[in-house]
């Protein structure tokens, strides 16, 4: 299968989550190294590998919750491909624990949490936007700067040529060097 985006990937994974009855969660992802942009994600079951405890090394544990973690290897891999579009490269459906049998009971903990997770998405998409703007004005500054250093420099250069020029030679000054 095929999307036009990562998000319409994640939306179809999401949704196909649902009505299996298992949580989607958001893995790992490849980014470019020459502008930084996904070029891979890694979408699976909520219950994905094993939670490392860290109980009890930094002090007392106020409320032990039992680890939602089961080791199951439920996934797709998506990558764009050369045309821009995100293709599923690997698929694994099995699950190795019981799916839930009525998948809202599975969406009713996490509902607030995503609205949570989707708020803070959208802002924080909006904050890399506006980076980018203030960014792309910075580096105009910076060349007008540039610019402006250059055009003084050759005045400065203009004016000393024009000062040597007109200025007389001491013949004193001549005979020293």
């Not at 694994?92 to 949570?116: F, Y």
């Not at 904050?127 to 960014?135: D, G, N, P, S, T």
Request: hydrophobic letters at 35%.
């Amino acid at each position: 299968m095929e999307f036009d985006s990562e998000d319409a990937a994640k939306i179809f994974y999401d949704e196909y989550a649902r009505r299996v009855g298992f949580v989607m969660r958001v893995m790992s992802c490849r980014r470019s190294e020459r502008d930084g942009k996904i070029l891979a994600r890694r979408l699976g079951c909520n219950k994905e590998g094993y939670c490392v405890s860290i109980r009890g090394k930094f002090g007392p544990v106020r409320k032990p919750r039992a680890s939602t973690r089961e080791g199951c290897k439920a996934m797709i891999h998506v990558k764009v491909d050369r045309s821009g579009k995100w293709v599923i490269t690997k698929f694994v459906k099995e699950h190795n624990h019981p799916l839930v049998i009525s998948p809202r009971e599975a969406r009713q903990t996490m509902d607030e949490k995503d609205k949570k997770i989707q708020e803070l998405t959208a802002e924080l998409r909006n904050k890399k936007r506006l980076c980018a703007a203030y960014q792309e004005q910075l580096v105009a500054f910076v060349k007008i700067v540039e610019e402006h250093n250059d055009q003084l420099s050759k005045k400065v250069q203009s004016v000393v040529n024009n000062i040597r020029k007109y200025e007389p030679v001491d013949p004193g000054l001549m005979r020293r060097s």
